[in-house]
T-cell receptor, first 109, second 114 residues
Framework: AQRVTQPEKLLSVFKGAPVELKCNYS??????LFWYVQYSRQRLQLLLRHISRESIKGFTADLNKGETSFHLKKPFAQEEDSAMYYC???????????FGTGTRLQVFP | DGGITQSPKYLFRKEGQNVTLSCEQNLNHDAMYWYRQDPGQGLRLIYYSQIVNDFQKGDIAEGYSVSREKKESFPLTVTSAQKNPTAFYLC?????????????FGDGTRLSIL
C-alpha cells in the first residue's frame, strides 16, 4: 500500500535548536518525495523535493531508500519556521499525491 | 498574476443542500485536483482531472461530484449525500499528467454546516 507516515503531530523547539521532522513512506515503485509547508494564513506551498537536492530556507531532506525515509532537517530553527509541514509522495505510475498527516512545528523565542 | 483562485473563502450549507466550490487556474495546467483537509488527517484526495472532459475518483469521492468542461475550471459540488461535509477544501493543479512536477495549491474554501 502507498502510505506516508509522519509520526509527530507537534514538534516544539527553541530558536537556534536543530530540527528534524520525520517522514517515512511505503511505495513499491520509484517514489518522488516532497515537503510542503503551510504558514499561518497562507496557502500550502512546496518547500522542497528530493530530486532537486537543494536547500530551501536552510532546510534539507535526503531520500533514504533503505530506511524508506525522507526526514526534513534544519540545523538552526528560526521563529519564522513555525508552520504546518506535510510530507508527500508521488510516482510516475500514479498521478496522485499522497500526503502524510502533517507535523506542526513551533519555534519558541 | 498567475495562480489558482478558489471561491468563496467561507461557505455555509444547510442540511440537504448541494453547494458548489469554485476553482479556477490561469497557469495553463492540464491536471487539477480537489483535496479535503481535516485536523489530524492531512490532505485526502477527492477527485482529480487529467484533461478536459475527464476526471477520476480519488480516495474519498462519495458524496461529491465534479466537472471539467474547461481547462481552467474544476468546480466541486458537495452533495447532500456527503454526511460530514464540514472541512477545509483545497484545489491544486499541475502542469502535465504523470510527471513529477509539483502541485500548486489555492487558498482553500472552508465549508461549514448551519
Amino acid at each position: 500500500a502507498q502510505r506516508v507516515t509522519q509520526p509527530e503531530k507537534l514538534l516544539s523547539v527553541f530558536k537556534g535548536a536543530p530540527v528534524e521532522l520525520k517522514c517515512n513512506y511505503s511505495y513499491s515503485g520509484s517514489p518522488e518525495l516532497f515537503w510542503y509547508v503551510q504558514y499561518s494564513r497562507q496557502r500550502l506551498q512546496l518547500l522542497l523535493r528530493h530530486i532537486s537536492r537543494e536547500s530551501i530556507k536552510g532546510f534539507t531532506a535526503d531520500l533514504n531508500k533503505g530506511e524508506t525515509s525522507f526526514h526534513l532537517k534544519k540545523p538552526f530553527a528560526q521563529e519564522e519556521d513555525s508552520a504546518m509541514y506535510y510530507c508527500a509522495l508521488s510516482g510516475l505510475d500514479t498521478d496522485k499525491l499522497i500526503f502524510g498527516t502533517g507535523t506542526r512545528l513551533q519555534v519558541f523565542p | 498574476d498567475g495562480g489558482i483562485t478558489q471561491s468563496p473563502k467561507y461557505l455555509f450549507r444547510k442540511e440537504g443542500q448541494n453547494v458548489t466550490l469554485s476553482c479556477e487556474q490561469n497557469l495553463n495546467h492540464d491536471a487539477m485536483y480537489w483535496y479535503r483537509q481535516d485536523p489530524g488527517q492531512g490532505l485526502r484526495l477527492i477527485y482529480y482531472s487529467q484533461i478536459v472532459n475527464d476526471f477520476q475518483k480519488g480516495d474519498i469521492a462519495e458524496g461529491y461530484s465534479v466537472s471539467r468542461e474547461k481547462k481552467e475550471s474544476f468546480p466541486l459540488t458537495v452533495t447532500s449525500a456527503q454526511k460530514n461535509p464540514t472541512a477545509f477544501y483545497l484545489c491544486a493543479s499541475k502542469g502535465t499528467v504523470y510527471s513529477n512536477q509539483p502541485q500548486h495549491f489555492g487558498d482553500g474554501t472552508r465549508l461549514s454546516i448551519l
